[in-house]
């Protein structure tokens, strides 16, 4: 079963801020309320783009939003597909051609003129986003929080969109600003996931962020907590 739901929201989510609401993030929320219509939801291929879609970044080039769809694709309770050359920023849509989206991954080829499958072939955007991505699946490979554990989502709250996964007493909170503007995660609305823990790695930096009091958040951040 593929998660249309999930892939037609999170498009909408990206060109919209973050309410208390309807629009935004609120969208992945409201689609993921019915995950109990699934016998099993982790079953469910959830996805942001594939080889018959626009791709995600569509003309441009939203490392921002990009981030922060796959940081839920990739933490949510599904089995996630990613489309090739997403991690270098490879862009487009069908609006000129279906082959518009599948193009080439640059590299190996005797007339490329670039090779993205090495970091000093690709630029530095590119780079910054192959490794977030990399940091983000290799932390994922065998996660059995992620793989096993249940799942509690929130209502967008001052923009701030927040799933959760808990598993033998480990957990991971995604948090996400969905506004255009500094937020603030209230650590108390969460206290049923953070318990007594104090402080949290961030997976996606490997920075330590301190979760006993509010934790400051820049226009678009994305961060996955683990503790």
Not at 173 to 182: L, Q
């Amino acid at each position: 079963v593929m998660d249309f739901a999930f892939f037609d929201r999170i498009n909408q989510a990206k060109h919209e801020e973050t309410d208390d609401w309807w629009n935004g993030m609120n969208r992945i929320y409201n689609v993921l309320c019915y995950d109990y219509l699934y016998p099993n939801p982790k079953s469910v291929m959830a996805f942001v783009e594939n080889h018959d879609t626009d791709r995600f970044l569509g003309e441009g080039k939203d490392t921002l939003a990009l981030k922060q769809a796959l940081a839920l694709l990739l933490t949510i309770n599904r089995t996630p597909q990613l489309y090739y050359g997403t991690e270098v920023l490879m862009n487009g849509t069908k609006s000129v051609t279906d082959g518009n989206v599948r193009k080439d991954f640059p590299g190996g080829w005797a007339d490329d003129k670039q090779n993205a499958f090495t970091a000093e072939g690709r630029t530095k955007a590119q780079n910054d986003m192959f490794s977030w991505t990399s940091r983000l699946l290799h932390w994922r490979q065998g996660n059995e929080v992620i793989t096993k554990g249940t799942q509690t989502q929130f209502c967008s709250h001052k923009g701030i969109y927040v799933v959760a996964r808990q598993y033998k007493g480990k957990s991971v909170m995604t948090v996400i600003n969905g506004k255009n503007e500094a937020a603030e995660l209230d650590v108390k609305r969460y206290a049923e996931i953070i318990g007594d823990a104090q402080k949290a790695v961030d997976v996606t930096t490997g920075r330590n962020v301190v979760i006993s009091h509010n934790v400051k958040m820049r226009p678009r951040q994305t961060m996955v907590l683990e503790f």
